[in-house]
């Protein structure tokens, strides 16, 4: 019969930990970040100036509520719960600005180049890079960071 610290098995938990809660940080970011986009951008006022950059602020949230949510665990300590908290919701916001500059500045293959000439909110080219910019970061340093707590110190 083999014990419980079985390399194999141990290693198997592991990596459906892992696995497990990066592919629902993973989904519920880009969930949260849509649903933030269409909140957020019917309630702020589409003649105020700073828009965009108030709209990517919000996918930035919505997305890193997500995030955190997904790799939150309640029976970490205090300083854990701080660091994974301030990874997920601050690289969220830097992925939603990453994104949103990055389609302005580099319209890839973008059919509507009038809308982000503009800086729209309608584009969908500028959201879909915020969005996903957000969401791929965000999960990639929170899992990173998980990860190392998962090896380091075994907490599944």
């Not at 933030?36 to 965009?52: D, H, K, Q, T, Y």
């Not at 997904?70 to 205090?78: A, G, I």
Request: aromatic share 16%.
């Amino acid at each position: 019969m083999a014990s419980r610290h079985d390399y194999g098995e141990v290693q198997v938990e592991k990596f459906f930990a892992m696995s497990l809660r990066g592919g629902l940080s993973f989904l519920l970011g880009l969930m949260f970040g849509l649903v933030s986009l269409a909140l957020f951008s019917s309630v702020i006022p589409p003649n105020w100036g700073e828009r965009l950059l108030l709209t990517a602020l919000c996918v930035g949230i919505g997305t890193g509520i997500a995030v955190f949510a997904s790799w939150f665990k309640p029976e970490s300590s205090r300083n854990v719960i701080v660091i994974g908290f301030a990874l997920a919701f601050g690289i969220a916001i830097l992925g939603a600005f990453a994104g949103y500059t990055y389609a302005g500045i580099y319209d890839v293959e973008v059919r509507n180049d009038l809308l982000i000439a503009r800086g729209s909110a309608r584009s969908s080219a500028i959201w879909a890079f915020a969005i996903g910019g957000s969401t791929l970061l965000s999960t990639a340093f929170s899992g990173t960071y998980y990860g190392f707590r998962l090896w380091r110190y075994h907490e599944v």
